[in-house]
């Protein structure tokens, strides 16, 4: 066979079997990006004002970005002198009846040792900022949950380190898992006030002292996360370098490049041939 033949033939396959490609790739990509329902590393917010993404800060005390760990890392620093301190994220709709998970990281400066809410969260309907699951951290230097009857202490908290928080809500039971430095602390434990609004599901997080004054402590938490399931995903896979947003890109070849490229027999091919061939063949590497 020829190889305008050859040419020929493939273009006809390739033709027949893009829209099957697409579909694929558009559905797989969907996958991913729907598993993370918010996430905030405060890396691209400007140091010294309240974080961007929809967190609105309490009236007193302050919450800011801050260079911390370093430059290229930055956290939010909460500082509370007397009177409250904290900034709350609401949701649109609540999300219900699912498993979904929350993670972040937490340190608390030295020095400070008065019991103050780190993350409390609810529904909007609750009746007050202490409600649903709540953590804390204690006068004798632990930190406490709420088990939905009553504070549980468990295991001591340095100050002045990071520490890595995970909680798994289970909201088709309104129960919750806490794990504290890669340690179970307590599973199935149940919401916080929350009668009358079992299965109503969680819209409002609250973090640090949103709902009343009464203590003095500076603290700052990075990469908040909140995501479907129990498995965390992969964050750059909603990010261009994600390996099926790289391939897709293959079709949008950029205009920059000449219009046409020669091929034997006198056959020349458009930027987007050349993308769709690319793309497809990709494609068809990975799934074989």
Known sequence: MSLAKRLIK?????????????????????LCMAQTIFFYDFNSDQVGKVPTGG???????????????????????IADVG?????????NTPIKGKTVSMEFKFMREKGW????EIFYVMNQKCPD??????????????????????????????????????VIFKLDKDKFDFYFDGKEIVKDAGFRKFTGLEGQGIDKFNVANVGDGGSTFVKYFDDI????????????SVKPEYKLTTKWAEVKVSSF????????????????????????????????
């Open 225 to 236: 996360i909140l995501y479907e399931g129990t498995t965390r995903p992969t964050i750059t």
């Open 113 to 116: 040792t008065v019991a103050c």
């Open 10 to 30: 493939k273009g006809d396959f390739i033709m027949k079997h893009i829209p099957i490609a697409l579909m694929v790739l558009f559905m797989l990509s969907s």
């Open 55 to 77: 967190w609105k800060a309490t009236a007193e005390g302050k919450s800011e970005v801050a260079n911390i760990p370093s430059v290229t890392n930055k956290s939010v620093k």
């Open 129 to 166: 900022d202490f409600s649903g699951i709540c953590i804390k951290d204690n006068d004798d230097g632990t930190f406490a949950y709420h088990n939905g009857v009553d504070w549980v202490n468990s295991l001591p908290l340095t100050d002045g380190v990071w520490h890595d928080v995970k």
């Open 257 to 288: 490049q000449d219009p046409y490229r020669e091929y034997p027999a006198g056959h020349r091919a458009t930027r987007f041939e050349r993308g769709l061939m690319s793309a497809y063949s990709n494609f068809s590497h990975y799934i074989r």
């Open 83 to 91: 009177s409250g301190g904290g900034m709350t994220l609401l949701l």
